[in-house]
């Protein structure tokens, strides 16, 4: 028999067994003497080969099931700071006392390293915070957020130098990454870190989202 007769054989069989996948059940013993071939370490037989592959499907099942265990709880403990958050918001009773219960939930609740608040009009009771800039929203200045404000969609990530600069000032060398909250009409929110992973583009933002809608909400109580 040529070697081309053997490989076509060959083929054939793998195409009568696929057509006929319960052929083994009936000669068990075949399946046992049977060799699969392995990328790494030696030869196993059929048998073996299959009870690795279920045990390797089974690892990475569980893997995953860890993975959604261990983000669902994050999420939980996010929802429950959330909530806390808005709640403490709404019983401030001055635009002041907001903004200050705003950044103190951020630095404490949320691991913020480094707070800072831009708003459009002035706040009274805030003329020495050092965590918050008034800037008029048609200052040139705030043109590079322009974009950001527009569609209100909070930032993740490393922010461009002049944006960065504004925020940040003297303290912009302490950030490497940065969540930031637009607050269409009302101002914007940073939340910076040291950790250059901590914020990236990409990352859910519906929490973040939800947070910067509270403050906003929060602050239309103390609007003339």
Known sequence: MSETQEKLSAHEIAAWLR???RFLQQFPDLALSLVVPRDEGPAASLASYQLEVLRDKNREL????HELFGNAQE????SVRTHQLTLALMRQNSAADTLRAMTASLAEDFNGDLIRLVMFHPVAGLDDADWLQVIAPDDA?????RDCL?????LCGR?????????????AEDVQSTALLPLPGVGLVAIGSRDANRFFPGMGTLFLRMMGESLATALTRYER
């Open 19 to 21: 057509r006929h996948p």
């Open 62 to 65: 569980s893997r995953r099931l």
């Open 75 to 78: 999420n939980e403990r996010l």
């Open 141 to 145: 200045r705030l043109q590079p957020f």
């Open 150 to 154: 527009a569609d209100g969609e909070p």
């Open 159 to 171: 922010l461009q130098p002049e944006k960065h600069s504004l925020l940040y000032a003297m303290r």
